[in-house]
């Protein structure tokens, strides 16, 4: 009786798979390095088990590495076995060439790696001659029992992947033409002297570290340079509110630096605060409505950047995190996508997804389905924005015994998948300007009208608002106080205090309800380089002799 062998890219993925087809296919025997019942035997490999390299002939040795032997192109590309997993390769091939298996089913990784994993197997397995077996392909965009089946019930053709294998080849075959001879040709030009100096060379390995290098080079020439900002705090009918001195004229430059709210002179600060000293001033505001909407669906970029920012992993751990999501768990979508957007019918899939969530979320479910909000909708669901891919969204299964990391990953991808689904957030914006002897000072308010989609964050959207604004020196809360007549002026507050942060430099002082604030540069003046500690003594002398211009001191 003929069989169908099914190569997955990882043990774990054919013991799925074997669980998956058990109900439909019979149970399967397990082998050392396989499993098989009357239809399929399915085996896997560990990663790469072969990998492209030159023929004898062409490979130039060490010690010949110079420019009289460059470039290296050779006419075609012989293949060796990865050492470590020669045994494993020596498995899969040994079942590919079986007499009763009459095709192949590639159930490696669906991408154009795992697409190049199976094909180096395939012709290393066929030698010169191939082969000679049909191959289909299995295409998962999920790791649940339900999607491997369908998986196999629309196997794709050797003819549709053809694109997609001569992609990942030629990709590998320039990786190695842009290592060989980059690593060739800049070590024969180190060691022109004599010696021999290693200098490697890669595709993505130079452009990462041309970028390090390039922030290296801009910090090195950075040169750190004081600046002031003028902050009031003004006296209306019904209360106080803050506001930010600001240059009407000032227009976006070249020079990232320069802002509309820094004075960089302490001089010409001080004399804005002496002006507008016990002063009355007139108000003008205007208020406006403002809507903010959902980010869009995580591709993986994207939530290693979400997840860095709001728990400190690395892209490498997030990449981790939702592998085992996908693979271990298999609650999960697909992590290795480029793709944020979903495929156009697709709307049932996730409508049966939102009502398998577990019951933190189902609140959230409640609304989106009664309100009827999954509907066709070109920012979620767009068959051009998919590659290989869609985005990656929880799968339905309620999640078991995850750790404390994978926890917060699985949470944050299905509270972006349900909150692309809800109305956006409604704001209404208050900007109110309030001049003084011709001086504009800045105030702006935000009042959520509408939570929308935000609601779904709760108390961590109003911290993550509340953050923001407490960053804008101009942005002291939500509200704004009214002011009646339009007219406010500057509370008395004639002690000055000076406060210094020894890293940063921060001057601040206070008189008469203005502050003048030094916010610096990053060049830590009053900083020992010796010992890289704080020099209190230094940066106290720093801060004083800026402070004697300004009148009676005390220190925080």
Same mark, same amino acid.
């Given at each position: 009786?003929?069989?169908?062998?099914?190569?997955?890219?990882?043990?774990?993925?054919?013991?799925?798979?074997? *669980?998956?087809?058990?109900?439909?296919? &019979?149970?399967? #025997?397990?082998?050392?390095?396989?499993? %098989?019942? $009357?239809?399929? +035997?399915?085996?896997?490999?560990?990663?790469?088990?072969?990998?492209?390299?030159?023929?004898?002939?062409?490979?130039?040795?060490?010690?010949?590495?110079?420019?009289?032997?460059?470039?290296?192109?050779?006419?075609?590309?012989?293949?060796?076995?990865?050492?470590?997993?020669?045994?494993?390769?020596?498995?899969?091939?040994?079942?590919?060439?079986?007499?009763?298996?009459?095709?192949?089913?590639?159930?490696?990784?669906?991408?154009?790696?795992?697409?190049?994993?199976?094909?180096?197997?395939?012709?290393?397995?066929?030698?010169?001659?191939?082969?000679?077996?049909?191959?289909?392909?299995?295409?998962?965009?999920?790791?649940?029992?339900?999607?491997?089946?369908?998986?196999?019930?629309?196997? *794709?053709?050797?003819?549709?992947?053809? &694109?997609?294998? #001569?992609?990942?080849?030629?990709?590998? %075959?320039? $990786?190695?033409? +842009?290592?060989?001879?980059?690593?060739?040709?800049?070590?024969?030009?180190?060691?022109?002297?004599?010696?021999?100096?290693?200098?490697?060379?890669?595709?993505?390995?130079?452009?990462?570290?041309?970028?390090?290098?390039?922030?290296?080079?801009?910090?090195?020439?950075?040169?750190?340079?004081?600046?002031?900002?003028?902050?009031?705090?003004?006296?209306?009918?019904?209360?106080?509110?803050?506001?930010?001195?600001?240059?009407?004229?000032?227009?976006?430059?070249?020079?990232?630096?320069?802002?509309?709210?820094?004075?960089?002179?302490?001089?010409?600060?001080?004399?804005?605060?002496?002006?507008?000293?016990?002063?009355?001033?007139?108000?003008?505001?205007?208020?406006?409505?403002?809507?903010?909407?959902?980010?869009?669906?995580?591709?993986?970029?994207?939530?290693?950047?979400?997840?860095?920012?709001?728990?400190?992993?690395?892209?490498?751990?997030?990449?981790?995190?939702?592998?085992?999501?996908?693979?271990?768990?298999?609650?999960?979508?697909?992590?290795?996508?480029?793709?944020?957007?979903?495929?156009?019918?697709?709307?049932?899939?996730?409508?049966?997804?939102?009502?398998?969530?577990?019951?933190?979320?189902?609140?959230?479910?409640?609304?989106?389905?009664?309100?009827?909000?999954?509907?066709?909708?070109?920012?979620?669901?767009?068959?051009?924005?998919?590659?290989?891919?869609?985005?990656?969204?929880?799968?339905?299964?309620?999640?078991?015994?995850?750790?404390?990391?994978?926890?917060?990953?699985?949470?944050?991808?299905?509270?972006?998948?349900?909150?692309?689904?809800?109305?956006?957030?409604?704001?209404?914006?208050?900007?109110?300007?309030?001049?003084?002897?011709?001086?504009?000072?800045?105030?702006?308010?935000?009042?959520?009208?509408?939570?929308?989609?935000?609601?779904?964050?709760?108390?961590?959207?109003?911290?993550?608002?509340?953050?923001?604004?407490?960053?804008?020196?101009?942005?002291?809360?939500?509200?704004?106080?009214?002011?009646?007549?339009?007219?406010?002026?500057?509370?008395?507050?004639?002690?000055?205090?000076?406060?210094?942060?020894?890293?940063?430099?921060?001057?601040?002082?206070?008189?008469?309800?203005?502050?003048?604030?030094?916010?610096?540069?990053?060049?830590?003046?009053?900083?020992?380089?010796?010992?890289?500690?704080?020099?209190?003594?230094?940066?106290?002398?720093?801060?004083?002799?800026?402070?004697?211009?300004?009148?009676?001191?005390?220190?925080?």
């Amino acid at each position: 009786m003929s069989k169908t062998l099914v190569i997955a890219e990882k043990p774990s993925v054919a013991q799925d798979i074997v *669980r998956a087809l058990t109900p439909e296919t &019979g149970k399967f #025997e397990k082998h050392d390095d396989h499993f %098989e019942n $009357d239809r399929y +035997v399915v085996t896997s490999a560990v990663g790469h088990l072969v990998e492209i390299q030159a023929p004898e002939k062409y490979d130039v040795k060490r010690g010949k590495w110079s420019f009289a032997h460059l470039p290296v192109i050779p006419p075609h590309f012989d293949l060796k076995p990865v050492d470590k997993t020669k045994t494993r390769l020596n498995a899969v091939v040994k079942q590919a060439k079986r007499k009763d298996v009459e095709r192949l089913i590639n159930a490696c990784d669906a991408g154009r790696e795992g697409e190049l994993i199976f094909r180096l197997i395939e012709q290393y397995a066929g030698g010169a001659k191939g082969l000679g077996k049909p191959v289909q392909r299995l295409w998962l965009q999920s790791m649940t029992p339900q999607a491997i089946r369908d998986g196999f019930t629309h196997l *794709r053709s050797e003819a549709d992947m053809r &694109g997609l294998a #001569e992609a990942a080849r030629s990709r590998s %075959e320039a $990786d190695w033409l +842009v290592g060989i001879n980059g690593t060739r040709a800049f070590t024969a030009f180190n060691s022109r002297d004599g010696g021999f100096f290693l200098t490697t060379v890669g595709r993505v390995q130079t452009p990462t570290l041309a970028i390090v290098v390039e922030r290296e080079e801009q910090i090195r020439r950075f040169v750190s340079r004081d600046y002031w900002e003028i902050h009031a705090q003004f006296q209306a009918q019904a209360g106080l509110y803050a506001a930010k001195w600001f240059d009407p004229a000032w227009k976006k430059t070249e020079d990232g630096e320069i802002k509309a709210d820094r004075v960089w002179s302490l001089k010409e600060a001080v004399a804005v605060a002496d002006a507008v000293r016990g002063r009355t001033g007139s108000v003008k505001e205007e208020s406006k409505p403002a809507t903010q909407a959902s980010p869009g669906l995580f591709d993986l970029t994207s939530l290693q950047r979400e997840a860095n920012g709001r728990f400190g992993f690395s892209a490498k751990t997030t990449l981790g995190l939702a592998q085992a999501l996908y693979e271990k768990h298999k609650v999960l979508t697909y992590p290795r996508t480029d793709s944020r957007a979903l495929p156009e019918d697709y709307l049932a899939t996730v409508t049966a997804a939102m009502q398998s969530l577990g019951d933190a979320y189902k609140p959230f479910v409640k609304q989106i389905l009664s309100n009827k909000w999954v509907k066709p909708n070109k920012r979620i669901f767009n068959n051009a924005k998919i590659s290989d891919h869609f985005a990656i969204i929880p799968t339905g299964i309620e999640p078991k015994h995850l750790t404390e990391a994978e926890a917060k990953v699985y949470d944050l991808v299905t509270k972006r998948f349900l909150s692309v689904f809800f109305p956006a957030a409604e704001f209404l914006i208050t900007t109110r300007i309030t001049r003084i002897e011709n001086e504009p000072f800045k105030s702006e308010g935000k009042i959520m009208v509408n939570a929308g989609w935000l609601q779904i964050y709760g108390k961590e959207a109003d911290d993550e608002i509340a953050d923001k604004e407490a960053k804008d020196g101009d942005k002291p809360g939500k509200t704004l106080v009214p002011v009646r007549g339009q007219i406010a002026w500057l509370i008395p507050q004639p002690e000055v205090t000076y406060g210094l942060n020894y890293r940063n430099l921060n001057i601040v002082s206070r008189r008469d309800g203005i502050v003048i604030q030094d916010v610096g540069g990053s060049d830590m003046t009053g900083y020992n380089d010796e010992n890289e500690t704080p020099d209190r003594p230094a940066a106290e002398n720093a801060v004083k002799a800026a402070a004697d211009l300004m009148g009676r001191i005390r220190w925080q």
